[in-house]
């Protein structure tokens, strides 16, 4: 109805449509032809919207931001209990709560769907609240290259952790393969071959065939593997500009690991802060968050914009610690700033988004909710 109603009032617009019939006296003359008119007005293009989102770790919310926007926050959309990872394709937000996985609708900002884990979360222990990085549930997240599939690492202590498939068109997890203890982040393999988990817990990395789900699991501990005592863990890791894993260790050591052959290089590093997130840039820099003195770390907070070509490193300091780091860049025009989410896993954390550029300016966005993990994304053009 809408359509021809459009159609209606568009033809409305057009020469000779409506206009009052000529008197036979007029007809005599003036020329038949009907005269110059006023063409319609074009509606301009609907334009996607670029947009960070953010997981609020001590609620059951998801965040959408535009740092840039005189109100920051758009808007807030209940994903399920104690949101940790998120990954975005243009129309939809994937959300790894403790309760499953939810599926959001970016165009209408709401909940589609609540999915739960084929290996699924435990109730909370006696006197816990079912948050924080201890909770069971799924933590990393990741899309496949074309968008057809989630992989999510689901924690459930003391059993195994696992990478689940969730197959986006059938709305379901189809498949698992068991990787390490408390993966934090999961990776996806730019052709679609592996995905990777970094496992804090057993200090490894686990490559996973995305055809076989077949396990190749290696492990990374640039100081030593020291248990559940030890701070010298990986958190969190990125992908470079030559297709390798980069994981951040204490400021003091950046990984990069070769995913076709276990093959790993060390690149030096003078932040001196325990580093948890990491980014990387347009310009092929490594941005990491360092959130202070925790083991061989001495340092306090920091932000690390670290050249893996040559170790060329700028290090900023900053007044809290954070967790995860993103990328924002409205358009590919535009200068860059790294994203800093302040829901450190520990105490220290805040409320709160910090924006760095590599020149070393800093602001800050209000955040409420302990936002955990935060990504660029683009709210998809809605016509009007």
Not at 85 to 91: D, H, L, N
Not at 115 to 120: D, I, K, N, T
Not at 146 to 152: E, F, I, K
């Amino acid at each position: 109805a809408a359509m021809v109603i459009a159609a209606a009032l568009l033809t409305g617009c057009m020469p000779g449509v409506l206009a009052p019939t000529p008197s036979p006296a007029a007809s005599a003359t003036r020329s038949a032809a009907p005269g110059p008119s006023t063409p319609p007005t074009p509606t301009p293009s609907p334009q996607a919207t670029p947009v960070l989102l953010g997981t609020l770790a001590a609620s059951d919310r998801l965040a959408i931001v535009d740092p840039d926007a005189r109100t920051p926050v758009l808007d807030v959309v209940t994903v399920g209990r104690a949101p940790w990872g998120v990954a975005a394709t243009a129309e939809t937000a994937f959300v790894a709560t403790a309760e499953g996985l939810a599926v959001v609708d970016l165009a209408s900002r709401e909940r589609t769907a609540l999915v739960p884990y084929l290996h699924g979360a435990q109730l909370p222990p006696p006197g816990s609240d079912g948050f924080g990085e201890y909770r069971d549930g799924g933590l990393g997240i990741a899309l496949s290259p074309d968008g057809t599939r989630a992989y999510v690492a689901v924690h459930r202590w003391p059993d195994p952790a696992w990478l689940e498939v969730f197959d986006v068109e059938q709305g379901a997890f189809t498949g698992s393969a068991e990787v390490g203890v408390r993966p934090f982040d999961v990776l996806a393999d730019p052709e679609g071959e592996w995905v990777a988990t970094v496992d804090h817990d057993s200090y490894t990395v686990s490559l996973v065939d995305t055809a076989t789900l077949a396990v190749d699991q290696v492990e990374i501990a640039p100081f030593g593997n020291f248990g559940f005592a030890g701070w010298e863990k990986p958190h969190y890791a990125a992908l470079t500009d030559d297709g390798r894993i980069a994981l951040p260790y204490q400021g003091l050591v950046m990984v990069l690991l070769d995913p076709a052959t276990g093959e790993t290089q060390r690149v030096e590093a003078s932040a001196n802060s325990h580093q948890h997130g990491v980014a990387t840039a347009p310009d092929g820099r490594l941005v990491s968050a360092g959130t202070g003195p925790f083991g061989k770390a001495t340092g306090g907070p920091n932000v690390s914009f670290l050249d893996p070509s040559d170790g060329d490193e700028v290090v900023v300091p900053l007044a809290r610690p954070h967790e995860t780091v993103a990328i924002w860049q409205p358009d590919a025009d535009d200068d860059w700033e790294a994203v800093l989410a302040g829901g450190f896993t520990r105490d220290g954390w805040w409320d709160g988004l910090t924006l760095v550029d590599p020149a070393g300016s800093i602001r800050e966005v209000p955040l409420e909710g302990r936002p955990q993990h935060v990504v660029s994304a683009t709210l998809p053009a809605i016509a009007p």
